[in-house]
């Protein structure tokens, strides 16, 4: 007889959990792992909402196991650790992001991008070695091997700076593979969302010049006065598409809605790279001619390693980089997921869970 949610593992704990496909979150209580020698439990502090969240709640990429507690922006409050563990101590703020797991020991993780290793392990949503689920940030505390837990800036704040654990290392990972991390780069980012206003405060901080692409006219006074971008085009415009032609290093395309991505392409210098973030429903279009004249590239990437991740963490607190949040309870998010659908956030939910999740 399979143990229940509260027994199959020593150390009770609450959240959070989405139980079908409608994604309507409800409390839970359910159990974690005693604290092994190389792991480090935390108090959770705030776990900060990424737009995977809702995918996964909804069962929309049809791989979600039931019932699901997501939740990869973690900060949190060191509150024990085991016997080998040697980065951490009881006390220290530390961040949890998109992994708790890989093999260690193949090529990947060996190279320092365990983004890539074949058996890593989410923060939710996924078996664990031992078989069982592994359960994510809308909790009362986490536990993680120290090698995926993050040594947290003293200068970041914890809030505003939790979503830098998705959207952060998201978009600071490719600026620095691509080569756009120069200072006088030329760097699109299209769309003006939870990771494309991350995108624009990275490339800004690396010394880039920012052009930013949007659908919406009225986000202009966003990106130019508030984000500090130094231009604005309206990619449905013909005219100023066609004034930018030729004019980018590269590009950092954060929309996950189906959109045209030639005239994009157009917008590159020779060499230039279009570098894909969002994953639209349907598949792009993209002429042979648009990459052969130019030599031009389209490419993709996702999160970073457990080390570049750090390196971000860094730099953003040097530069005083952090996401645009609003700070809700954790009772508040299903009314939170409804607004994050209607793209109703600037710019990033940001749950606090340790002044609101309550032990039922």
């Not at 409608?22 to 839970?28: D, L, Q, R």
């Not at 995918?55 to 990869?72: D, F, M, Q, R, S």
């Not at 060996?110 to 949503?125: H, K, M, P, R, V």
Request: charged share 20%.
């Amino acid at each position: 007889m399979a143990k229940s949610l509260e027994s199959e593992h020593p150390i009770k704990a609450y959240g959070y959990a989405a139980h079908d496909t409608s994604g309507k979150f409800s409390p839970i209580t359910f159990s974690r792992r005693v604290t092994g020698e190389k792991d480090v439990r935390l108090k959770v502090l705030y776990c900060g909402i990424c737009h995977s969240d809702l995918h996964y709640a909804k069962n929309e990429w049809g791989v979600t196991t039931y019932p699901l507690i997501p939740g990869h922006e973690v900060v949190g409050i060191v509150t024990e650790v085991g016997s080998k563990v040697e980065k951490f101590k009881v006390g220290d703020t530390v961040g949890v992001g998109c992994l708790v797991g890989s093999c260690r020991s193949c090529e990947s993780c060996i190279s320092d991008c365990e983004q890539f290793c074949a058996n890593q392990i989410l923060t939710y949503g996924v078996p664990n070695i031992d078989g069982t689920q592994v359960y994510g940030g809308y909790s009362d505390h986490m536990i993680s091997d120290e090698h995926f837990v993050l040594r947290w800036p003293e200068k970041l704040p914890l809030d505003s700076g939790a979503p830098l654990l998705c959207a952060g290392i998201t978009t600071y990972s490719p600026l620095r593979y691509f080569g756009l991390d120069k200072p006088g780069t030329k760097v699109g980012v299209v769309g003006l969302g939870g990771l494309g206003h991350v995108a624009v405060k990275m490339a800004k901080a690396f010394g880039a010049e920012v052009t930013v692409f949007s659908t919406t006219a009225a986000k202009k006074v966003e990106a130019i006065e508030g984000l500090k971008a130094d231009h604005f085009i309206i990619s449905k415009d013909e005219e100023q598409m066609k004034a930018a032609m030729g004019t980018l290093d590269g590009i950092i395309d954060t929309v996950s809605g189906n959109h045209p991505i030639l005239g994009l392409l157009g917008t590159l210098k020779p060499n230039g790279k279009l570098v894909i973030l969002g994953a639209p429903e349907k598949p792009h279009e993209v002429a042979a001619f648009s990459l052969i004249f130019g030599r031009k590239t389209v490419a993709g990437s996702a999160i970073g390693g457990l080390k570049e991740t750090q390196e971000m963490l860094d730099f953003a607190a040097e530069h005083g980089i952090t996401a645009d949040v609003e700070v809700i309870p954790i009772d508040y998010v299903n009314t939170a997921m409804e607004r994050l659908l209607k793209s109703d956030v600037r710019y990033r939910f940001v749950i606090d869970v340790a002044n609101s999740l309550k032990a039922e």
